[in-house]
């Protein structure tokens, strides 16, 4: 890969500037199954961001290119936050985008699918931000629509493939808060997060595979002097293995503990940790079962 990047930014006034830039792209790509392949990729972009007043702020971004494999559209993007009070605030966005097909979704031996088209999507979110001093608490719904999603899918238990998708739907919601408390040498914090998702095909209305509709997850982070013990909770849903949703894998819920010691100012980090705590037997892909408990000893050197 071969990639040239030029931006610059401009500041009217402290509360408005805008920025620009090019981006050049020449990838270039062989194999012993493939011919030699070449793709030029040229985008260029212009954004501003004004915060007309205090409590307002918005951005508006938009985005050009050309490709010599693919015909890129022009896409375009709209957010803005507004402060209710100093602990309130709600944001908004609208935005379409684009993904061209990598050279591994298009060569990849065997699987490469090299007919693959350029995905494109339109999306909209909204969300509350609520912060009282230690304490953070957020809500948020989203929408995406797709045209040609590019999708890995099973063809046999070995070999997979991309496929595009004529059309699809990810909506969902999420919720996460966050707690932060520091008490003289000692520090804690408190993050939880859950996401619920729905993603179709909207020819079939059926949930795509390996998408979960509920993921959850926590952290517990304490340190004290030199010392750190971090506890990282993990749940995630059934997820469909088959197009026809009647296949499924179990939803798991993991558990992994960390200990970490600081020695020589800084110089040496020791840190211990215990992957899936509890040995739960689970899967993320059909037939390959992933490991039990198992353990990590690292020694960092900070030179």
């Known amino acids: 890969r071969l990639i040239g990047k030029y931006d610059f930014t401009y500041f009217f006034k402290n509360d408005m500037f805008f920025r620009a830039g090019v981006e050049f792209e020449n990838a270039r ?5 493939i011919n030699e392949v070449s793709q030029d ?4 972009y212009a954004l501003m961001h004004h915060e007309p007043w ?19 559209p022009v896409i375009y993007s709209l957010d803005a936050r507004y402060l209710f009070t100093t602990s309130l605030s709600i944001r908004g966005a609208y935005s379409t985008n684009y993904r061209l ?21 339109s999306s909209g979110e909204i969300e509350l931000d609520y912060q009282l001093k230690d304490l953070r608490v957020g809500a948020g719904w989203y929408i995406i629509k797709s045209k040609d999603l590019i999708l890995w899918r099973p063809v046999t238990q070995d070999f997979w493939q991309p496929v595009n ?4 739907s990810n909506q969902g919601l999420e919720f996460m808060a966050s707690y932060n408390r520091v008490i003289g ?15 179709t095909d909207d020819n079939s209305n059926k949930q795509l595979i390996y998408v979960p509709k509920h993921r959850a997850g926590g952290i517990l982070d304490y340190s004290w002097k030199d010392w750190s013990f971090n506890y990282n909770l993990q749940y995630v849903g059934k997820v469909f293995i088959t197009t026809s949703n009647t296949q499924s894998l179990d939803d798991y819920l993991l558990s992994d503990i ?25 899967q993320s892909v059909a037939f390959r079962p992933m490991p039990g408990r198992n353990y990590v000893f690292q020694i960092n050197f900070k030179l």
């Open 29 to 33: 790509g062989n194999g012993n199954n």
């Open 41 to 44: 990729d040229f985008t260029g």
């Open 54 to 72: 205090r409590k307002f702020t918005y951005n508006l971004s938009i985005r050009a290119g050309a490709s010599s494999a693919y015909d890129i």
């Open 101 to 121: 097909p990598t050279f591994n979704d298009l060569y990849w031996e065997p699987g490469g699918n090299p007919e693959l088209k350029a995905e494109f999507s």
């Open 165 to 168: 998708i004529d059309k699809a």
């Open 185 to 199: 040498r000692h520090s804690i914090v408190l993050r939880a997060n859950y996401d619920y998702t729905l993603a």
């Open 258 to 282: 960390s200990l970490g010691r600081r020695l020589c100012k800084d110089f040496i980090d020791l840190n211990f940790k215990v992957n899936n705590l509890f040995d739960v037997d689970y």
